[in-house]
């Protein structure tokens, strides 16, 4: 059986919703992987000076990631129940028609889950990253120096 044999059998497997998943969680990581390719390649002097738009460059599709990843688990469980009420409607056709059932419901939520625990890790680091650039990009001119007015220029004397 090939590969792509395999796969086709997996998702048939999966029921009606797996499909639904596989999509949501190929967009999500093109999402991920598009945010990750330019927060770490940015340079915090190309971010513009107005405060608030470099909040919103900064946050540009976190919001979107972040509703897709809680998406993701919820699909499962609508996975779930599809896969028992296909058991529930299948129980007098025999033990064979149920474990069909069963292994869809638990092909999809695990599934859910296996796709939207990293996408939520990955949401985590984005938004870090966001902050860290947000507070880097302090302009020199702005940013509190390590010694005040009130502290001593040279080296301390013991008193």
């Keep these: 059986m090939s590969t792509l044999d395999q796969l086709a059998a997996w998702l048939h497997a999966g029921g009606p919703v797996l499909p639904v998943i596989t999509l949501v969680a190929l967009v999500l990581y093109a999402l991920v992987a598009a945010r990750v390719g330019d927060l770490w390649s940015l340079d915090p002097a190309q971010l513009p ?12 599709g976190l919001a979107s990631i972040r509703v897709l990843a809680g998406v993701l688990p919820l699909l499962g469980l609508l996975g779930t129940v599809h896969g028992i009420i ?10 064979g028609r149920a474990a069909a059932g069963i292994g869809e419901a638990l092909i999809t939520t695990q599934y859910g889950l296996a796709t939207a625990i990293p996408a939520l890790i990955a949401d985590w680091a984005l938004r870090r ?5 947000e507070r880097s990009d302090l302009r020199p001119a702005l940013r509190p120096s390590i010694r005040t007015a009130s502290a001593p220029s ?5 008193r």
């Design 86 to 95: 296909a058991v529930f409607a299948t129980a007098v056709a025999g033990p």
């Design 49 to 60: 000076g107005d405060p608030a738009a470099r909040r919103n460059r900064l946050a540009r």
């Design 129 to 133: 990253r966001a902050q860290a650039l």
């Design 154 to 158: 040279g080296p301390e004397t013991p």
